[in-house]
């Protein structure tokens, strides 16, 4: 067999050999680094995945208690709305009430101007009965004078 391998053969077939191993040791480093690159993006998307994970945790922490606030606030406007209505229909009822005092109020004015205006008339007529009395009376005390 070394009759086929001629020593120009050999190292020919070394020097290949050699260029094979130092080719097969670049590749290896180049795996080497490729696999390390590798691991590194896997912990980097890792991390990023875990800071995505706690930032839409916290968004959402965030919208549940805004939700909650929103809930509180509704509650709350609800219950001013409440208020709100009870009051207008107390206030109704209160201007209806003010109206009927007012308007009753109204009809004792009148009814005192009234009874003031009799009173007067009244007074009217008892002055012209007393002055129709003094002169009766007087007539009479003539006539008793003159009889006497």
């Known amino acids: 067999m070394s009759a086929f391998f001629s020593p120009a053969m050999t190292k020919h077939w070394e020097a290949e050999l050699e ?3 130092g080719n097969n040791a670049k590749l290896t480093a180049a795996l080497l680094e490729s696999t390390a690159n590798v691991k590194q993006w896997k912990q ?7 800071e ?3 930032l839409h945790k916290r968004e959402m922490e965030k919208l ?4 909650e606030n929103m809930n509180d606030i509704m509650e709350q406007k609800d219950t001013l709305t409440q208020k ?4 207008e229909l107390r206030s109704r009822v209160l201007e209806e009430q003010l109206a009927g005092a007012e308007q009753r109020l109204e009809e004792n004015q009148e009814e005192q101007e009234n009874f003031r205006k009799s ?3 009244l007074l009217e007529l008892l002055d012209g009965k007393i002055f129709e009395l003094t002169e009766l009376r007087d007539t009479l005390a003539r006539l ?3 009889a006497s």
């Open 44 to 50: 980097q998307l890792a991390a990023y995945q875990e």
């Open 144 to 146: 008793i004078e003159e």
């Open 84 to 87: 709100l209505e009870e009051t």
């Open 64 to 67: 549940k208690e805004e939700l």
């Open 119 to 121: 009173l007067r008339t």
């Open 19 to 21: 260029a094979l191993k």
């Open 52 to 54: 995505a994970e706690r």
